[in-house]
């Protein structure tokens, strides 16, 4: 069972570093520097990821030392032959959980910043902002007017017409 919690460990912390990394991408599009995108990035994610991750660790603190409710007496009950299976399983999470959440909210952020840095000393580009189009040099080209969406069709229903507006 602890091969099974490390693979949906997998899937919760990849899921945390791309939505975290994807926001920073967006605020710099919209114009911030690097360290303030990556700074203001975890601050907005942290609460979401550790709301996450603490549900996640209280869930399975029950499972984890072995309680488990008893629906047939309506009793809690210890030391089942089902809580010993996925005691390894709760355990792997809980630890898994704790510690991946200090590396999406510390080490992902470092890193997408040491990276950037490289990339752009290397000559390798960057990520333009919403303002940047086209080649350095070039105008920037006005933007096309956005055509209105068109009006709902009329839904052919016996009885009064509806209002025109």
Do not use: C
């Not at 602890?2 to 114009?31: D, F, H, M, W």
């Not at 990556?38 to 549900?55: C, F, Q, S």
């Not at 309506?74 to 704790?98: H, N, P």
């Amino acid at each position: 069972m602890t091969g099974i919690a490390v693979i949906s460990l997998a899937g919760v912390v990849v899921n945390n570093g791309i939505v975290l990394l994807e926001y920073v991408r967006q605020l710099q599009r919209e114009g911030h520097e690097l360290t303030d995108a990556v700074v203001e990035g975890g601050a907005i994610r942290l609460r979401p990821v550790l709301l996450t991750a603490t549900t996640a660790i209280m869930g399975l603190i029950p499972m984890a030392i072995g309680i488990s409710f008893d629906f047939r007496s309506f009793s809690l009950a210890t030391r089942s032959k089902s809580s010993e299976w996925w005691k390894g399983m709760a355990i792997a999470v809980i630890f898994g959980l704790a510690v991946a959440t200090v590396l999406t909210l510390v080490v992902v952020p470092t890193l997408y910043m040491v990276l950037y840095r490289a990339i752009a000393r290397l000559g390798f580009g960057g990520l333009k902002r919403a303002d940047q189009t086209g080649r350095p040099g070039e105008p920037v080209p006005a933007l096309a007017p956005v055509a209105a969406d068109p009006p709902p069709a009329q839904a052919n229903f016996p009885g009064p017409s509806p209002p025109s507006g």
